[in-house]
Protein backbone atom coordinates (compact mmCIF):
# COMPACT_ATOMS: atom_id res chain seq x y z
CA UNK A 1 0.00 0.00 0.00
CA UNK A 2 1.31 3.46 -0.96
CA UNK A 3 0.99 6.14 1.78
CA UNK A 4 0.70 9.82 -0.07
CA UNK A 5 2.11 12.52 1.74
CA UNK A 6 -1.61 14.40 2.11
CA UNK A 7 -2.83 10.61 4.23
CA UNK A 8 -2.52 12.51 7.57
CA UNK A 9 -3.91 9.41 9.08
CA UNK A 10 -0.29 8.07 9.15
CA UNK A 11 0.61 10.72 11.65
CA UNK A 12 -2.62 11.24 13.91
CA UNK A 13 -0.71 13.78 16.24
CA UNK A 14 -0.13 15.69 12.69
CA UNK A 15 -1.19 19.14 11.73
CA UNK A 16 -0.68 20.93 8.38
CA UNK A 17 1.89 23.82 8.37
CA UNK A 18 2.85 23.28 12.10
CA UNK A 19 6.32 23.42 12.96
CA UNK A 20 8.62 23.10 15.87
CA UNK A 21 11.69 24.68 15.25
CA UNK A 22 12.46 26.89 12.11
CA UNK A 23 16.50 27.29 10.82
CA UNK A 24 17.18 30.87 10.21
CA UNK A 25 17.76 31.34 6.55
CA UNK A 26 20.80 33.85 6.54
CA UNK A 27 22.79 30.52 8.69
CA UNK A 28 21.33 27.26 6.10
CA UNK A 29 20.52 29.33 2.56
CA UNK A 30 24.37 28.41 1.52
CA UNK A 31 23.93 24.65 2.44
CA UNK A 32 22.08 23.99 -0.37
CA UNK A 33 22.92 20.67 -1.85
CA UNK A 34 23.11 20.34 -5.81
CA UNK A 35 20.12 19.98 -7.82
CA UNK A 36 20.92 16.25 -8.65
CA UNK A 37 20.66 14.85 -4.99
CA UNK A 38 17.97 17.23 -3.67
CA UNK A 39 14.27 15.42 -2.83
CA UNK A 40 12.00 15.77 -5.69
CA UNK A 41 9.14 15.73 -2.92
CA UNK A 42 9.09 16.56 0.53
CA UNK A 43 9.74 14.21 3.05
CA UNK A 44 6.58 12.21 5.29
CA UNK A 45 7.77 13.43 8.72
CA UNK A 46 4.84 15.03 10.93
CA UNK A 47 3.93 18.27 11.53
CA UNK A 48 3.84 18.94 15.16
CA UNK A 49 5.26 21.59 17.56
CA UNK A 50 7.85 21.19 20.35
CA UNK A 51 5.35 21.08 22.93
CA UNK A 52 3.35 18.42 21.15
CA UNK A 53 6.57 16.28 20.56
CA UNK A 54 7.15 16.57 24.39
CA UNK A 55 4.16 15.59 25.08
CA UNK A 56 4.06 12.62 23.00
CA UNK A 57 7.15 10.80 24.07
CA UNK A 58 6.91 11.41 27.64
CA UNK A 59 3.45 10.27 28.21
CA UNK A 60 5.01 7.37 25.81
CA UNK A 61 7.72 6.93 28.49
CA UNK A 62 5.29 6.26 31.40
CA UNK A 63 4.04 3.44 29.74
CA UNK A 64 6.75 1.88 29.96
CA UNK A 65 8.04 -0.78 32.78
CA UNK A 66 11.62 0.08 33.52
CA UNK A 67 14.32 -0.13 36.59
CA UNK A 68 13.89 3.36 37.08
CA UNK A 69 10.21 3.02 37.57
CA UNK A 70 9.01 -0.45 38.81
CA UNK A 71 10.37 -3.74 41.00
CA UNK A 72 11.89 -6.11 37.80
CA UNK A 73 12.04 -9.60 39.63
CA UNK A 74 13.38 -10.92 36.19
CA UNK A 75 15.39 -13.82 37.13
CA UNK A 76 18.75 -14.57 35.78
CA UNK A 77 18.49 -10.78 34.39
CA UNK A 78 20.13 -9.61 37.78
CA UNK A 79 17.83 -5.79 36.65
CA UNK A 80 18.96 -3.64 39.92
CA UNK A 81 19.11 -0.07 40.14
CA UNK A 82 21.47 1.85 38.06
CA UNK A 83 22.94 4.65 40.60
CA UNK A 84 22.80 8.13 38.41
CA UNK A 85 26.43 9.09 39.79
CA UNK A 86 27.77 5.86 37.18
CA UNK A 87 26.26 8.05 34.43
CA UNK A 88 27.60 11.26 35.53
CA UNK A 89 31.02 9.61 35.12
CA UNK A 90 30.19 8.02 32.00
CA UNK A 91 28.93 11.66 30.44
CA UNK A 92 32.13 13.56 31.31
CA UNK A 93 33.49 15.23 28.76
CA UNK A 94 36.95 14.13 28.76
CA UNK A 95 35.58 10.64 28.96
CA UNK A 96 33.24 11.05 26.29
CA UNK A 97 35.11 13.16 23.95
CA UNK A 98 37.60 10.66 23.80
CA UNK A 99 38.18 9.10 19.96
CA UNK A 100 39.60 5.51 19.83
CA UNK A 101 42.65 6.15 17.32
CA UNK A 102 43.68 9.22 19.64
CA UNK A 103 47.79 8.59 20.70
CA UNK A 104 48.43 6.63 23.42
CA UNK A 105 50.25 9.79 25.04
CA UNK A 106 46.84 11.42 24.95
CA UNK A 107 44.84 8.63 26.27
CA UNK A 108 46.44 7.48 29.49
CA UNK A 109 43.87 8.59 32.09
CA UNK A 110 41.44 6.27 29.69
CA UNK A 111 44.21 3.08 29.44
CA UNK A 112 44.82 3.43 33.42
CA UNK A 113 41.14 2.93 34.21
CA UNK A 114 40.84 0.26 31.97
CA UNK A 115 43.42 -1.44 33.72
CA UNK A 116 42.53 -0.44 36.84
CA UNK A 117 38.91 -2.48 36.41
CA UNK A 118 40.67 -5.94 34.73
CA UNK A 119 42.70 -5.81 38.13
CA UNK A 120 39.27 -5.10 40.09
CA UNK A 121 37.78 -8.09 37.85
CA UNK A 122 40.85 -10.16 38.38
CA UNK A 123 40.48 -9.96 42.38
CA UNK A 124 37.14 -10.67 41.77
CA UNK A 125 36.71 -13.73 40.26
CA UNK A 126 40.39 -15.46 41.11
CA UNK A 127 41.74 -15.27 37.06
CA UNK A 128 44.77 -13.99 36.04
CA UNK A 129 44.23 -11.85 32.43
CA UNK A 130 40.95 -10.33 31.43
CA UNK A 131 39.64 -8.67 27.93
CA UNK A 132 37.49 -5.86 27.93
CA UNK A 133 36.15 -6.75 24.36
CA UNK A 134 33.41 -8.54 24.24
CA UNK A 135 30.20 -6.69 24.35
CA UNK A 136 27.10 -8.71 26.18
CA UNK A 137 27.32 -12.03 27.52
CA UNK A 138 26.76 -13.82 24.86
CA UNK A 139 29.36 -12.57 22.98
CA UNK A 140 31.37 -13.42 25.86
CA UNK A 141 30.49 -16.83 25.73
CA UNK A 142 31.65 -16.79 22.27
CA UNK A 143 34.83 -15.32 22.85
CA UNK A 144 35.40 -17.87 25.63
CA UNK A 145 34.53 -20.81 24.34
CA UNK A 146 36.71 -19.31 20.99
CA UNK A 147 39.65 -19.54 23.22
CA UNK A 148 39.03 -22.97 24.65
CA UNK A 149 39.18 -24.35 20.93
CA UNK A 150 42.54 -22.37 20.46
CA UNK A 151 43.80 -23.92 23.08
CA UNK A 152 43.14 -27.77 22.54
CA UNK A 153 44.60 -26.99 18.79
CA UNK A 154 47.86 -25.11 19.75
CA UNK A 155 48.26 -28.90 21.63
CA UNK A 156 47.22 -30.50 17.96
CA UNK A 157 44.66 -32.34 20.30
CA UNK A 158 42.09 -32.57 17.63
CA UNK A 159 39.89 -35.08 19.43
CA UNK A 160 37.69 -32.47 21.86
CA UNK A 161 34.55 -32.51 19.73
CA UNK A 162 32.25 -32.13 22.59
CA UNK A 163 31.24 -29.58 25.27
CA UNK A 164 29.15 -30.83 28.11
CA UNK A 165 26.11 -28.33 29.17
CA UNK A 166 23.84 -28.97 32.57
CA UNK A 167 19.92 -28.98 31.57
CA UNK A 168 19.10 -26.34 33.67
CA UNK A 169 21.71 -23.85 31.60
CA UNK A 170 20.95 -20.47 30.22
CA UNK A 171 20.06 -20.99 26.44
CA UNK A 172 22.90 -19.83 25.24
CA UNK A 173 25.54 -21.90 26.23
CA UNK A 174 24.40 -25.08 23.73
CA UNK A 175 24.03 -22.16 21.34
CA UNK A 176 27.37 -21.49 21.52
CA UNK A 177 29.22 -24.39 22.16
CA UNK A 178 27.43 -25.30 18.59
CA UNK A 179 27.93 -21.86 16.91
CA UNK A 180 32.22 -22.61 17.34
CA UNK A 181 31.92 -26.24 16.07
CA UNK A 182 31.28 -28.38 18.94
CA UNK A 183 28.71 -31.14 19.46
CA UNK A 184 26.80 -30.63 22.64
CA UNK A 185 26.30 -33.23 24.92
CA UNK A 186 23.61 -32.48 27.56
CA UNK A 187 24.40 -33.27 31.87
CA UNK A 188 21.13 -34.19 33.78
CA UNK A 189 20.39 -33.06 37.18
CA UNK A 190 19.44 -34.09 40.31
CA UNK A 191 16.73 -34.05 42.58
CA UNK A 192 18.07 -31.33 43.99
CA UNK A 193 18.41 -29.58 41.40
CA UNK A 194 22.67 -29.95 41.44
CA UNK A 195 24.51 -31.90 38.44
CA UNK A 196 24.20 -35.76 38.81
CA UNK A 197 27.60 -36.91 38.91
CA UNK A 198 26.94 -40.13 37.71
CA UNK A 199 25.30 -38.60 34.60
CA UNK A 200 27.68 -36.61 34.07
CA UNK A 201 30.81 -39.50 34.85
CA UNK A 202 29.10 -41.01 32.10
CA UNK A 203 29.63 -38.32 29.37
CA UNK A 204 33.11 -37.71 30.40
CA UNK A 205 35.70 -39.05 28.40
CA UNK A 206 38.86 -37.56 26.59
CA UNK A 207 36.71 -35.86 23.67
CA UNK A 208 35.51 -33.37 25.60
CA UNK A 209 36.68 -29.85 25.13
CA UNK A 210 35.02 -27.98 27.89
CA UNK A 211 31.99 -28.05 30.64
CA UNK A 212 29.85 -24.59 30.49
CA UNK A 213 28.50 -24.24 34.39
CA UNK A 214 26.89 -21.47 36.56
CA UNK A 215 27.27 -22.00 39.96
CA UNK A 216 25.44 -21.23 41.66
CA UNK A 217 22.58 -22.33 38.60
CA UNK A 218 19.80 -21.20 37.43
CA UNK A 219 17.84 -22.89 39.79
CA UNK A 220 19.58 -20.10 42.40
CA UNK A 221 21.47 -23.49 44.23
CA UNK A 222 24.77 -23.81 44.52
CA UNK A 223 26.72 -26.85 43.24
CA UNK A 224 28.97 -28.36 46.54
CA UNK A 225 30.51 -30.75 44.30
CA UNK A 226 32.28 -27.69 42.32
CA UNK A 227 35.89 -28.59 43.38
CA UNK A 228 35.15 -32.61 42.78
CA UNK A 229 33.50 -31.42 39.23
CA UNK A 230 36.20 -29.66 38.26
CA UNK A 231 38.94 -31.96 39.15
CA UNK A 232 37.04 -34.87 37.06
CA UNK A 233 37.16 -32.49 34.23
CA UNK A 234 40.72 -31.60 34.45
CA UNK A 235 41.74 -35.03 34.64
CA UNK A 236 40.34 -35.74 31.36
CA UNK A 237 42.47 -32.60 29.62
CA UNK A 238 38.93 -30.84 29.24
CA UNK A 239 38.58 -27.00 30.53
CA UNK A 240 36.27 -25.31 32.75
CA UNK A 241 34.10 -22.36 31.85
CA UNK A 242 31.96 -20.43 33.92
CA UNK A 243 28.74 -18.33 32.78
CA UNK A 244 29.03 -15.15 35.00
CA UNK A 245 25.05 -14.62 34.76
CA UNK A 246 24.81 -15.45 38.18
CA UNK A 247 27.76 -13.77 39.61
CA UNK A 248 26.15 -11.45 42.06
CA UNK A 249 25.41 -13.51 45.10
CA UNK A 250 29.37 -14.36 45.19
CA UNK A 251 30.98 -10.85 45.36
CA UNK A 252 33.61 -10.92 48.13
CA UNK A 253 32.37 -14.66 49.25
CA UNK A 254 33.46 -16.89 46.51
CA UNK A 255 35.31 -16.88 43.03
CA UNK A 256 35.16 -18.98 40.15
CA UNK A 257 38.71 -19.46 39.91
CA UNK A 258 39.33 -20.75 43.40
CA UNK A 259 36.72 -23.37 42.19
CA UNK A 260 38.77 -24.31 39.18
CA UNK A 261 37.26 -22.70 36.32
CA UNK A 262 39.87 -21.94 33.40
CA UNK A 263 37.78 -19.09 31.68
CA UNK A 264 35.17 -16.43 32.81
CA UNK A 265 32.75 -14.23 31.59
CA UNK A 266 31.29 -11.31 33.63
CA UNK A 267 28.05 -9.38 32.97
CA UNK A 268 29.07 -5.75 33.58
CA UNK A 269 25.36 -4.69 32.36
CA UNK A 270 24.31 -7.45 35.21
CA UNK A 271 26.83 -7.81 38.57
CA UNK A 272 28.03 -4.13 37.96
CA UNK A 273 24.91 -1.98 37.52
CA UNK A 274 25.56 -0.61 34.03
CA UNK A 275 21.97 0.02 31.96
CA UNK A 276 20.95 -3.39 30.30
CA UNK A 277 17.88 -4.26 28.07
CA UNK A 278 16.62 -3.40 24.74
CA UNK A 279 19.26 -4.57 22.69
CA UNK A 280 22.04 -3.39 24.38
CA UNK A 281 24.93 -2.33 25.05
CA UNK A 282 26.49 -4.43 27.20
CA UNK A 283 29.91 -5.56 28.14
CA UNK A 284 30.63 -8.91 29.22
CA UNK A 285 34.60 -9.06 29.99
CA UNK A 286 36.14 -12.56 29.48
CA UNK A 287 38.58 -13.31 31.94
CA UNK A 288 41.63 -16.48 31.93
CA UNK A 289 43.59 -18.54 34.07
CA UNK A 290 47.57 -17.67 33.23
CA UNK A 291 47.58 -21.10 30.55
CA UNK A 292 44.92 -19.00 28.33
CA UNK A 293 46.66 -15.34 28.37
CA UNK A 294 48.44 -16.11 25.10
CA UNK A 295 45.01 -16.41 23.05
CA UNK A 296 43.30 -13.43 24.31
CA UNK A 297 42.23 -11.33 22.10
CA UNK A 298 44.15 -7.81 21.08
CA UNK A 299 44.92 -5.07 22.10
CA UNK A 300 45.65 -5.67 26.21
CA UNK A 301 46.40 -3.04 28.83
CA UNK A 302 49.68 -3.35 30.00
CA UNK A 303 51.05 -1.03 33.12
CA UNK A 304 55.15 0.08 32.15
CA UNK A 305 56.39 2.06 34.84
CA UNK A 306 54.38 4.62 35.64
CA UNK A 307 53.16 4.67 32.39
CA UNK A 308 50.25 2.51 29.86
CA UNK A 309 50.66 1.11 26.56
CA UNK A 310 49.53 -1.96 24.52
CA UNK A 311 50.85 -5.43 25.07
CA UNK A 312 52.89 -6.88 22.33
CA UNK A 313 50.07 -9.22 19.93
CA UNK A 314 51.12 -12.69 20.86
CA UNK A 315 51.12 -15.07 17.99
CA UNK A 316 48.11 -17.57 19.04
CA UNK A 317 45.93 -14.66 19.56
CA UNK A 318 42.42 -15.35 17.60
CA UNK A 319 42.42 -12.11 17.20
CA UNK A 320 39.94 -8.97 17.68
CA UNK A 321 36.31 -9.88 18.68
CA UNK A 322 35.13 -6.40 18.68
CA UNK A 323 36.71 -2.99 17.13
CA UNK A 324 39.17 -0.61 19.83
CA UNK A 325 38.52 -1.63 23.58
CA UNK A 326 34.99 -2.76 23.78
CA UNK A 327 31.81 -0.68 25.21
CA UNK A 328 32.92 1.95 26.35
CA UNK A 329 30.82 3.77 28.05
CA UNK A 330 29.12 0.49 30.41
CA UNK A 331 32.85 -0.03 31.30
CA UNK A 332 32.94 3.22 32.56
CA UNK A 333 29.93 2.83 34.32
CA UNK A 334 30.88 -0.65 35.90
CA UNK A 335 34.23 1.30 36.92
CA UNK A 336 32.64 3.85 38.55
CA UNK A 337 30.15 1.17 40.70
CA UNK A 338 33.13 -1.02 41.85
CA UNK A 339 34.44 2.29 43.37
CA UNK A 340 32.18 3.85 44.99
CA UNK A 341 31.67 0.76 46.48
CA UNK A 342 34.55 -0.98 47.12
CA UNK A 343 35.36 -4.57 49.04
CA UNK A 344 33.25 -4.53 52.06
CA UNK A 345 30.08 -2.59 50.05
CA UNK A 346 30.66 -5.47 46.87
CA UNK A 347 30.10 -7.80 49.98
CA UNK A 348 27.18 -6.49 51.24
CA UNK A 349 25.35 -6.37 48.08
CA UNK A 350 25.86 -10.20 47.86
CA UNK A 351 24.88 -10.66 50.75
CA UNK A 352 21.94 -8.33 50.61
CA UNK A 353 20.63 -10.39 47.15
CA UNK A 354 21.02 -13.65 49.16
CA UNK A 355 18.96 -11.86 51.68
CA UNK A 356 16.20 -11.17 49.45
CA UNK A 357 16.06 -13.73 47.49
CA UNK A 358 15.75 -16.30 50.43
CA UNK A 359 12.72 -13.74 52.43
CA UNK A 360 11.12 -14.15 49.05
CA UNK A 361 11.22 -17.86 48.84
CA UNK A 362 10.15 -17.98 52.43
CA UNK A 363 7.37 -16.00 51.74
CA UNK A 364 5.92 -17.48 48.65
CA UNK A 365 6.28 -20.80 49.28
CA UNK A 366 3.21 -21.51 50.71
CA UNK A 367 1.67 -19.94 48.08
CA UNK A 368 3.35 -21.46 45.19
CA UNK A 369 5.74 -24.08 44.86
CA UNK A 370 9.36 -24.19 45.16
CA UNK A 371 11.17 -25.71 42.71
CA UNK A 372 14.09 -26.64 44.84
CA UNK A 373 13.85 -27.05 48.58
CA UNK A 374 16.47 -25.37 50.84
CA UNK A 375 18.05 -21.94 51.12
CA UNK A 376 18.60 -20.24 47.67
CA UNK A 377 21.56 -17.45 46.84
CA UNK A 378 20.51 -14.62 44.78
CA UNK A 379 17.41 -16.88 43.11
CA UNK A 380 15.09 -19.13 42.97
CA UNK A 381 12.53 -20.82 41.03
CA UNK A 382 8.44 -21.38 41.96
CA UNK A 383 6.33 -24.07 39.96
CA UNK A 384 3.06 -23.09 38.63
CA UNK A 385 2.21 -26.74 37.77
CA UNK A 386 -0.69 -27.03 39.94
CA UNK A 387 -2.52 -24.41 38.45
CA UNK A 388 -1.99 -25.53 34.79
CA UNK A 389 -5.16 -28.02 35.75
CA UNK A 390 -7.08 -24.68 35.86
CA UNK A 391 -5.80 -23.25 32.32
CA UNK A 392 -3.67 -21.10 34.22
CA UNK A 393 0.15 -20.50 32.90
CA UNK A 394 2.87 -19.47 34.44
CA UNK A 395 2.96 -16.54 31.30
CA UNK A 396 -0.17 -15.87 32.30
CA UNK A 397 0.53 -14.83 35.58
CA UNK A 398 3.93 -12.35 34.54
CA UNK A 399 1.34 -10.81 32.76
CA UNK A 400 -1.37 -10.18 35.85
CA UNK A 401 1.91 -9.05 37.84
CA UNK A 402 1.62 -5.92 35.45
CA UNK A 403 -1.65 -5.04 36.66
CA UNK A 404 -0.14 -4.67 40.05
CA UNK A 405 2.93 -2.69 38.76
CA UNK A 406 5.57 -5.29 38.91
CA UNK A 407 7.29 -6.38 35.80
CA UNK A 408 6.97 -10.45 35.54
CA UNK A 409 9.77 -12.62 36.44
CA UNK A 410 10.96 -14.74 33.83
CA UNK A 411 8.67 -17.17 32.83
CA UNK A 412 8.84 -20.86 31.44
CA UNK A 413 12.34 -21.41 32.31
CA UNK A 414 14.60 -23.12 33.28
CA UNK A 415 13.19 -25.94 31.26
CA UNK A 416 13.78 -28.84 33.75
CA UNK A 417 10.48 -26.56 35.68
CA UNK A 418 7.04 -27.24 34.72
CA UNK A 419 5.65 -23.98 34.65
CA UNK A 420 8.29 -22.13 36.07
CA UNK A 421 8.37 -18.81 37.28
CA UNK A 422 12.43 -17.62 38.06
CA UNK A 423 12.43 -15.08 40.86
CA UNK A 424 15.74 -12.73 41.21
CA UNK A 425 14.71 -9.34 43.66
CA UNK A 426 18.50 -8.21 43.71
CA UNK A 427 19.95 -6.29 46.52
CA UNK A 428 18.14 -2.97 45.56
CA UNK A 429 15.10 -3.53 46.48
CA UNK A 430 13.56 -2.90 50.31
CA UNK A 431 11.29 -4.69 52.19
CA UNK A 432 8.31 -2.60 51.45
CA UNK A 433 8.60 -3.27 48.30
CA UNK A 434 9.16 -7.07 48.26
CA UNK A 435 6.16 -7.30 50.28
CA UNK A 436 3.94 -5.56 47.73
CA UNK A 437 4.74 -8.28 45.34
CA UNK A 438 4.36 -10.75 47.54
CA UNK A 439 0.60 -9.77 48.42
CA UNK A 440 0.34 -9.28 44.39
CA UNK A 441 1.54 -13.20 44.35
CA UNK A 442 -1.15 -14.09 47.14
CA UNK A 443 -3.67 -12.17 45.03
CA UNK A 444 -2.95 -13.96 41.75
CA UNK A 445 -3.27 -17.37 43.42
CA UNK A 446 -6.41 -16.74 45.09
CA UNK A 447 -7.84 -15.11 41.25
CA UNK A 448 -6.49 -18.37 39.77
CA UNK A 449 -8.49 -20.60 42.30
CA UNK A 450 -11.61 -18.26 42.33
CA UNK A 451 -11.42 -16.70 39.11
CA UNK A 452 -8.94 -18.44 36.39
CA UNK A 453 -10.29 -16.42 33.84
CA UNK A 454 -9.33 -13.11 35.23
CA UNK A 455 -5.56 -13.88 35.40
CA UNK A 456 -5.82 -15.48 31.88
CA UNK A 457 -6.91 -12.48 29.90
CA UNK A 458 -4.30 -9.90 31.87
CA UNK A 459 -3.28 -7.58 31.82
CA UNK A 460 -5.96 -5.03 31.85
CA UNK A 461 -4.28 -1.68 32.83
CA UNK A 462 -1.88 -1.32 29.64
CA UNK A 463 -2.12 -0.12 26.04
CA UNK A 464 -0.67 -3.34 24.67
CA UNK A 465 -1.99 -6.35 26.37
CA UNK A 466 -0.98 -9.43 24.52
CA UNK A 467 0.84 -9.16 21.39
CA UNK A 468 1.37 -12.18 19.27
CA UNK A 469 4.84 -13.11 20.32
CA UNK A 470 5.54 -15.08 17.27
CA UNK A 471 4.77 -12.79 14.76
CA UNK A 472 6.71 -9.81 16.80
CA UNK A 473 9.92 -11.88 15.70
CA UNK A 474 8.90 -13.16 12.21
CA UNK A 475 7.08 -9.79 11.15
CA UNK A 476 7.76 -7.05 13.60
CA UNK A 477 6.41 -3.93 13.10
CA UNK A 478 9.67 -1.66 13.13
CA UNK A 479 8.36 2.12 11.64
CA UNK A 480 4.57 3.87 11.19
CA UNK A 481 4.19 2.97 8.11
CA UNK A 482 4.42 -0.93 8.94
CA UNK A 483 1.47 -0.30 11.89
CA UNK A 484 -0.79 1.63 9.13
CA UNK A 485 -0.56 -1.16 6.64
CA UNK A 486 -1.34 -3.71 9.19
CA UNK A 487 -4.15 -1.27 10.55
CA UNK A 488 -5.70 -1.15 7.04
CA UNK A 489 -5.57 -5.16 5.76
CA UNK A 490 -7.28 -5.27 9.78
CA UNK A 491 -9.86 -3.10 8.70
CA UNK A 492 -10.05 -3.93 5.20
CA UNK A 493 -10.14 -8.07 6.10
CA UNK A 494 -13.17 -6.80 8.72
CA UNK A 495 -15.30 -4.84 6.31
Not at 155 to 184: E, F, I, M, Q, W
Amino acid sequence: MLISRDDRLSFEKSSPGRRGVILPREKFSRAEPPAALRRQSPPLFPEMSELDIVRHFLNLSRKNFSVDTHFYPLGSCTMKYNPKINEWVARQEKFAGLHPLQPDGTVQGMMELLWDLEESLKSITGMDRFTLQPAAGAHGELTGIMLVRAYHESRGDAKRTKVLVPDSSHGTNPATASLVGYRVVEVKSDARGRIDLESFKSVLDDHVACLMLTNPNTLGVFDENILEIAKLVHSHGGLLYYDGANLNPLLGIARPGDMGFDVVHVNLHKTFSTPHGGGGPGSGPVGVKRHLIPFLPYPLVEKKGDRYGWAEKSKTSIGRVKAFYGNIGVILRAWAYLKVLGKEGLLRVSEGAILNANYLRLKLRDVFPVAVEGPCLHEFVLTLKHAAARGVHAGDVGKRLLDFGFHAPTVHFPLVVSEALMIEPTETESRETLDLFVEAMKRIASEIETEPEKVRNAPYTLPVRRPNDVLAARKPLLTYRDLLREKTVAAETAA
